[in-house]
DNA sequence: TTGTAGGCGTTATCAA
DNA sequence: TTGATAACGCCTACAA
C-alpha cells in the first residue's frame, strides 16, 4: 500500500494533525518538529493523496483542455504546440492539466464540459478555437468556473484572454500580394461558425476593398483546415477557367496542401501561383518552397493563457484581462520572396 | 455551490443510499423510484464528485501521460497524434487522460512520476519515446503501477505494450534504395540512448551489410529529430567532399529538414539525392517531392495501447500482451518513386 | 426495497 | 507547540 500521512505519523510517534501543518510549511511548529517531519516523510515515500486533498480542499489544481477534433485521427501542429505551451506552464506551478478530445458542438463535447465542472474535475477551463455563437463560455461564465479563451465569441461581453488580430494579419497580407501586382487573389477558408474563420474572411474582404478590388465570390471556397481539404478546394481553383494568381489559406495546414495541388497542376508556387497561410509553425520555413505566412506566437500565447487562468483561479489580480496580438507576416519564396 | 448527492436524496426525501444505488444500476432498487431518482437528478444537473469517489473507490478513471518535450516550444505530429488515439480511446471509456510535459530523464520528469503514482492521482501510465535503460518502467513495475509502452527497453524482461518494428522497416528501405543503385547512403539518427535510435541504426547498419557495402563513419550522423536539426545536419552531408547519393533519417521531421538542406544547396531531392523519412505523419505526403517513409500507424497504436492499459487497470485478460506492428514503406518522389 | 453508519486521507477548527 | 475531532462527498456492508 501507498503510505499514507498516519503512517508518518505512527512512526514519529506524532499526530497527523503535526504532520501535516509541518510540511505544509505552517510556522507554528518547532523547526527541529518540522525537520524531522520532512525528513522522514521524504524517507518513506510519502505524497499526499490527492483525492483527499482535493475534497477537503474544494480545489483540484488541475486545468482542462480539450482538443477539438474535426475527424478521427486529426492533428495538426497547432495543437501540439498549444497543449505543451499549457502544460509546461501548468507544471510550474505544480499544476496538472487534463486533456480531451471531442468535435466541436458535439455532444461529446458537452458531457465532457459536464463532468469536468459540475464534477469538480477542475479549477479552470482553456478554451480555444472559439465559435461565433459559443455555448461552452456562456457555459463556463454562467457556473462561475474560473476560464480564458484563445479568441472572443461575439455573444459574449466579458472576455479574459488572448485575440490575435487575425483581421489586420490577413488585410495586411493581402494588400502586400496587392502591391506585387496580383489583383485575382483566391481565399480558403475555414468552418464559417469559428471566430477566426470569421475574422480572416473579413480582413481577406478589407484589403481586396481598400486595394478597391471588387470581391468575386468564386474566389472564396472553403475548407476543413487540413492539409487534404486545402489540397482537394486548392484543385478546383487551379483548374478553374478564371484561375487566380494567388491564395491566401485560413492557416499553414491547408496552404501546404494548397501549394500541393498547384505543384500537381505542373504549375510552380511562387512563380505561377502565390500562396500564404497563417500560423507560422516550424514546417511552413521547410516547405518546398518556403510559405509565406501570418506567425502567431502558439507556444508562448499558450502559456500566457495558462498564467492569466492560473491567476483567475488564485484570485489574483490580472495585469491585463484582455491581450491583444499582432501576428507577424513573414515573407518567403511561396509568394515569390521579399 | 454545485449539487451533491445529498441534495438530491433531500429533494426526494429519500436516503442517499438509494439515491446512490439508483444512479448506479444496482438492481434491488424499485423501477418506479429509480426512473424519479435519475430524472430528478438530472434536472438538478447532478454529477458526481470526482475526489469523492476516487477516495471512497480508491480509483481515480485516469491515465496519464508526459509529453517528452527535448526543448520548450518543441512540438512533433506524432505527438499530437498521440495523444488525440489516447484521448479519444479513453474517452470512450469514460476516462480522462492528464498530461505533463518534461524532458526526457529530468528531474521534472521523475518529480511528475512521484506525485502521479504516489499521490494516488492516475490509474495507470503510457509510456513512449523508451529509452535503452528505462528508470521510468523499472519504477512503474516495482511500485505495481499498471502501464504499457511503445517499445520496449532492453533493461526490462516484463513488457506490456506495443513495438513497432523499426529494425526491418529500415532494413528493408536501404535494401530498396541500394536496388536503385546508391552505394553512398548516409544516416541521421537520433538520441543514442531511445530505443527507436538503438533499432532504426542497427537497421540501417543490417540494410548496408545485408548488401555487402562496408559502413563509413563519416554518412553517419545524429540529430535531435527535428526539422531544424535534420537541417543542419544535411547540410554538412551535402557540402561535405564525399556527398551522399540518399539520406536516410531517424523520422520525418527530420527528413523535411534534410530536403530543405538539399535544396538550399542548388540540388534536388529525389534526382540528386534521394531522402526518406520514418513516420508517415500527413505532412509527409504533401511535402514537395512527397517523401518516401515508413508508416506507422500512430493513431491506432495509441488508441491500442489505451486499450491495453485500461485492460491491465480493470484486471481484465489481454488478448495479447505483446503487438509487434510492421511500418509499411510507402515509396515517393523524394527516392525517386515507384 | 430502503435506511443507517462507517470510513476513504486530508485539512482546518478548536481546545489543551 | 501539539492533539483530538469534524468535515469534504461518496460508496457499501449491514440492518431494518
Redesign the interface.
Known amino acids: 500500500m501507498?503510505?499514507t500521512i498516519r503512517n508518518v505519523a505512527k512512526q514519529l510517534d506524532l499526530s497527523i494533525t503535526t504532520v501535516s501543518r509541518a510540511l505544509d510549511g505552517y510556522d507554528d511548529v518547532a523547526p527541529a518538529t518540522r525537520k524531522l517531519v520532512a525528513r522522514t516523510a521524504r524517507k518513506m515515500?510519502?505524497?499526499?493523496?490527492?483525492?483527499?486533498r482535493?475534497?477537503r480542499r474544494q480545489r483540484?489544481d488541475?486545468i482542462g483542455y480539450i482538443?477539438p477534433?474535426a475527424s478521427?485521427?486529426?492533428?495538426?501542429?497547432f495543437?501540439?504546440?498549444f497543449?505543451?505551451?499549457i502544460?509546461?506552464e501548468?507544471?510550474a506551478r505544480q499544476f496538472?492539466?487534463?486533456?480531451?478530445?471531442?468535435p466541436p458542438d458535439s455532444d461529446?463535447e458537452k458531457e465532457?464540459y459536464?463532468?469536468w465542472v459540475?464534477?469538480?474535475?477542475v479549477d479552470g477551463i482553456i478554451v480555444n478555437r472559439v465559435r461565433l455563437s459559443d455555448w461552452r463560455l456562456n457555459f463556463l461564465s454562467r457556473r462561475q468556473v474560473p476560464h480564458v479563451s484563445l479568441e472572443r465569441s461575439l455573444s459574449k461581453r466579458k472576455f479574459v484572454g488572448i485575440e490575435v488580430d487575425s483581421f489586420s494579419g490577413i488585410r495586411e497580407l493581402v494588400t502586400h500580394l496587392v502591391k506585387r501586382g496580383h489583383r485575382q487573389i483566391a481565399y480558403i477558408g475555414g468552418p464559417t461558425d469559428l471566430k477566426i474563420a470569421h475574422d480572416r474572411l473579413a480582413g481577406y474582404e478589407a484589403g481586396l476593398q481598400q486595394a478597391g478590388i471588387a470581391p468575386n465570390r468564386a474566389l472564396v471556397l472553403q475548407s476543413d483546415m487540413?492539409?487534404?481539404g486545402g489540397?482537394g478546394v486548392a484543385l478546383r481553383l487551379v483548374r478553374s477557367s478564371n484561375r487566380p494568381t494567388a491564395i491566401v489559406c485560413i492557416n499553414d495546414l491547408a496552404a501546404?496542401?494548397a501549394?500541393?495541388a498547384v505543384?500537381d497542376s505542373g504549375l510552380v508556387t511562387g512563380h505561377d501561383i502565390a500562396i500564404a497561410g497563417f500560423d507560422g509553425?516550424?514546417?511552413a520555413?521547410?516547405?518546398?518552397?518556403?510559405l509565406t505566412t501570418l506567425e502567431q506566437p502558439v507556444?508562448?500565447v499558450a502559456r500566457q493563457l495558462t498564467r492569466m487562468l492560473l491567476a483567475l483561479i488564485a484570485h489574483e489580480a490580472l495585469e491585463e484581462e484582455q491581450v491583444f496580438v499582432r501576428p507577424q507576416l513573414i515573407i518567403r519564396a511561396s509568394t515569390g520572396g521579399e
Open positions: 501507498t503510505t515515500g510519502y505524497v499526499p493523496n490527492r483525492a483527499a482535493q475534497l483540484t488541475t482538443l477534433t478521427t485521427g486529426f492533428t495538426d501542429l495543437f501540439s504546440e497543449i505543451a505551451g502544460s509546461d501548468a507544471a496538472d492539466i487534463l486533456v480531451a478530445s471531442a461529446t465532457l459536464e463532468r459540475m464534477g469538480g474535475k487540413t492539409a487534404e489540397y501546404i496542401g501549394m500541393h505543384h509553425l516550424a514546417e520555413a521547410h516547405t518546398q518552397p518556403p507556444y508562448s
